[in-house]
């Protein structure tokens, strides 16, 4: 597990194959290049794609200075949820929901409720966080029923 603050970013990586430090200046290259939300949301998927086309395995997640959340994993590395707090604050948790996690009663009271996050997908933002794919893991399960999942 890499801890690392940089630049108001901080990051909890797990992965052999990057560094806390390179993802963190990647992260902020993509923010900071984009003033519009959603620009900035598909340049994070486009970075997210290129990652795993490149066969790194991760779960991160991090927190950036005004509060948004971003949190992703691959398959074959630690699961991520995903919550909000009493208080309206992100949690990501690595770990399944209802399996045994640091969130405990002591923790924001005890109010939060998780929602798994499915490999090959991201999540990003403050209040709401919506699931979005960046890799085509989940388009073939939707192909019987006319579609990927969007």
Same mark, same amino acid.
């Given at each position: 597990?890499?801890?690392? @603050?940089?630049?108001?970013?901080?990051?909890?990586?797990? *992965?052999? @194959?990057?560094?806390?430090?390179?993802?963190? &200046?990647?992260? #902020?290259?993509?923010?900071?290049? !984009?003033?519009?939300?959603?620009?900035?949301?598909?340049?994070? +998927?486009?970075? #997210?794609?290129?990652?795993? &086309?490149?066969? !790194?395995?991760?779960? #991160?997640?991090?927190? &950036?200075?005004?509060? +948004?959340? =971003? $949190?992703? /994993?691959?398959?074959? *590395?630690?699961?991520?949820?995903?919550?909000?707090? $009493?208080?309206?604050?992100?949690?990501?948790?690595?770990?399944?929901? !209802?399996?045994?996690?640091?969130?405990?009663?002591?923790?924001?009271?005890?109010?939060?409720?998780?929602?798994?996050?499915?490999?090959? +997908? =991201?999540?990003?933002? !403050?209040?709401?966080?919506?699931?979005?794919? =960046? @890799? *085509?893991? /989940? *388009? @073939?399960?939707?192909?019987?029923?006319?579609?990927?999942?969007?």
């Amino acid at each position: 597990m890499q801890l690392l @603050t940089k630049a108001g970013v901080s990051v909890a990586l797990f *992965s052999h @194959t990057l560094a806390a430090e390179t993802v963190a &200046d990647a992260f #902020l290259a993509a923010r900071d290049a !984009h003033h519009d939300p959603r620009a900035r949301a598909n340049a994070l +998927r486009a970075w #997210l794609k290129r990652l795993h &086309d490149e066969k !790194h395995v991760f779960s #991160l997640a991090l927190f &950036d200075d005004s509060g +948004r959340a =971003f $949190a992703a /994993w691959t398959p074959h *590395s630690a699961p991520l949820s995903f919550g909000h707090a $009493a208080d309206g604050s992100a949690v990501v948790i690595a770990a399944a929901p !209802h399996k045994r996690t640091l969130v405990g009663a002591g923790v924001a009271g005890g109010q939060i409720n998780l929602t798994h996050l499915p490999a090959g +997908r =991201f999540v990003y933002g !403050h209040g709401y966080l919506k699931p979005f794919e =960046f @890799t *085509s893991l /989940w *388009s @073939t399960a939707e192909g019987n029923r006319g579609g990927a999942l969007r």
